[in-house]
Nanobody, 122 residues
Framework: QVQLVESGGGLVQAGGSLRLSCAAS????????MGWYRQAPGKQRELVAL???????NYADSLKGRFTISRDNAKNTVYLQMNSLTPEDTAVYYC????????????????WGQGTQVTVSS
């Protein structure tokens, strides 16, 4: 019904930058919240940042100032600009969206992408 496809991950040196993108497609009537989570090896998945359709944002405290989330509502796409990367940012980054479906059952449903690997070398 809904697919989220992430792109932009890769290998970068410490201090570098990456920009992740996530495009949602399918039977989408509206999307309220889109965002990013990450999961490092041996650790639990954690919040990176969220953004509402009106542009309100929420960041993990430890990432404020280095990461910026943005969104293009017309394209159902969310972005994550990551600056001053450190090896501790190495993780699989997952996109999520809170979707109301076209002709679907009432309510909103959470969808997740497959994840994109970000590796930061020291």
């Amino acid at each position: 019904q809904v697919q989220l496809v992430e792109s932009g991950g890769g290998l970068v040196q410490a201090g570098g930058s990456l920009r992740l993108s996530c495009a949602a497609s399918g039977s989408i009537f509206s999307i309220n919240v889109m965002g990013w989570y990450r999961q490092a090896p041996g650790k639990q998945r954690e919040l990176v940042a969220l953004i509402t359709s009106s542009g309100s944002t929420n960041y993990a405290d430890s990432l404020k100032g280095r990461f910026t989330i943005s969104r293009d509502n017309a394209k159902n796409t969310v972005y994550l600009q990551m600056n001053s990367l450190t090896p501790e940012d190495t993780a699989v980054y997952y996109c999520t969206a809170d979707v109301e479906l076209v002709g679907g059952p009432p309510g909103r449903y959470d969808y997740w992408g497959q994840g994109t690997q970000v590796t930061v070398s020291s």
